[in-house]
């Protein structure tokens, strides 16, 4: 017969250890670097170890590309939004 298991997730050392870690940072990064890839010119990405979890961005770089992403919602597209 199976006995009951008494679980309890530490959220902060989840948050350490998971969320936060250098594999997580890894991926987010790779994910942020291929939007902006199909964003194009004048988007770029980066990423940073946050106080609870890993971060990444993409963001426009050139006004050019301030002015396509507003008459385009061209992150929006990149990420696979809506078209």
Do not use: C, W
Request: positive net charge; charged residues 30%; proline residues 1%.
């Amino acid at each position: 017969m199976a006995r009951n298991v008494d679980f309890r997730l530490d959220i902060r050392a989840f948050s350490t250890e998971v969320l936060n870690s250098e594999f997580v940072l890894e991926e987010i990064t790779r994910t942020a670097e291929a939007i902006q890839a199909r964003a194009g010119e004048g988007y770029a990405a980066s990423s940073k170890h946050g106080r609870k979890r890993a971060l990444a961005m993409v963001y426009t770089d050139t006004p050019d590309a301030m002015r396509d992403n507003n008459r385009n919602n061209t992150l929006l597209k990149a990420m696979g939004g809506r078209k």
